[in-house]
């Protein structure tokens, strides 16, 4: 059988490299959420530190290894999140931090960069010219770049999620997993199977940013044009092939859903579960809207990957929610 790059006991020695703030985040069944949905629901909330998501695990362990080597500086690209994690983990290891982001990315996203004491770059594009634009700071500066999902240690500061899955679920059979550039969804996914290979593990991406899941199906590169999706977490166009092979080997499904199914998970997690959380976090609700049959009777764990939201954009999505079980 085929290997991912991820490993086991390099997963188990990140967590020593990561700030306990970013570490055994709450995870807990929430039965008001399974009256509406039809199966047992458990929350892996990811929301609660510093920078409101998953990513400070990856980038603790990449400004880790960065300040034990020397080396001064990084860049990333970021749609909001990587970058906000990126400078906060830099700042405590006194690392130069640039970001580089689309100057469409949400506004609420770009200030936290800028408090958190990082550059911040802006293009006029969306991530994917973000990308190249960090890239070609990184070669002419000499520096660091660091680049979500591929660099193996985002992967498996993620992955460490799947530890404490594992060790604190009681009993579960599914874990749903937002997918974008596949660092939670591969980390997550090869502890799960490594340590629960019983447990589905299911990917689920917004129907207007397909590029990773067409890619997963059809076991090959799959590349958009465009992006239309109000989760810009995950809203990529160009996946990699490197994670694609990890994804191919730990991913039992990859769903698609539709936004007024994402707007509708969104409100269910504030009226039910009390949380405010960003698109990309409300997917596995949303996979769970619009296959209730497929889900009946299970022992289900969404990981609630983020909470960087625009409130103003927040209070109209879900002022207007009307999709399955709204």
């Known amino acids: 059988m085929k290997k991912t790059r991820l490993d086991i006991n390099r997963i188990r020695a990140a967590r020593r490299m990561i700030d306990p703030v970013f570490l055994d985040t709450p995870l807990y069944r929430c039965e008001a959420l399974e009256a509406r949905l039809g199966c047992a629901v458990s929350v892996k909330l990811e929301t609660a530190n510093p920078v409101r998501s998953f990513k400070g695990r990856g980038t603790e362990v990449v400004a880790s290894l960065l300040a034990d080597s020397g080396q001064g500086a990084a860049v990333c690209a970021s749609a909001g999140n990587l970058g906000q994690a990126l400078a906060w983990s830099g700042r405590g290891r006194g690392l130069d931090v640039t970001v580089v982001a689309s100057r469409f990315a949400a506004a609420v996203k770009l ?9 911040l770059e802006l293009v006029d594009g969306d991530h994917e010219m973000a990308r190249e634009r960090a890239a070609d ?16 240690e985002t992967c498996e500061g993620a992955a460490t999620i799947g530890l404490e899955l594992v060790d604190g679920a009681p009993s579960f ?14 980390g997550v996914g ?22 990773m899941t067409h890619s997963w199906r059809q076991r090959r590169v799959v590349t958009t044009e465009s992006t239309d999706t109000i989760a810009d977490g995950v809203a990529g166009r160009c996946p990699l092939p490197a994670v694609l092979d ?3 080997l730990v991913a039992d499904d990859a769903v698609l859903v539709r936004e007024a199914s994402i707007i509708a998970g969104m409100r269910m997690l504030l009226d039910d ?3 405010v959380v960003e698109p990309s976090a409300a997917l596995g609700v949303a ?5 209730r049959d497929r889900f009946a009777g299970r022992q289900v764990v969404t990981v609630v990957c983020g909470s960087n939201v625009d409130m103003d954009a927040y209070r109209r999505w879900v002022g207007t929610a009307a999709g399955p079980g709204a």
């Open 111 to 119: 200030d936290r960069i800028r408090a958190l004491g990082a550059g």
């Open 137 to 152: 700071i990184a070669r002419h500066e000499g520096i660091r770049l660091v680049e979500d999902s591929l660099d193996i």
């Open 173 to 186: 059979d599914t874990v749903l997993i937002a997918l974008g550039g596949g660092a939670l969804a591969t």
């Open 190 to 211: 090869h502890v799960v199977k490594a340590l629960a290979p019983g447990v589905e593990v299911i990917c689920v991406q917004p129907l207007g940013a397909p590029a």
């Open 246 to 248: 990890d994804l191919l």
């Open 273 to 275: 579960a009390g949380l």
């Open 287 to 291: 996979a769970i809207l619009e296959d």
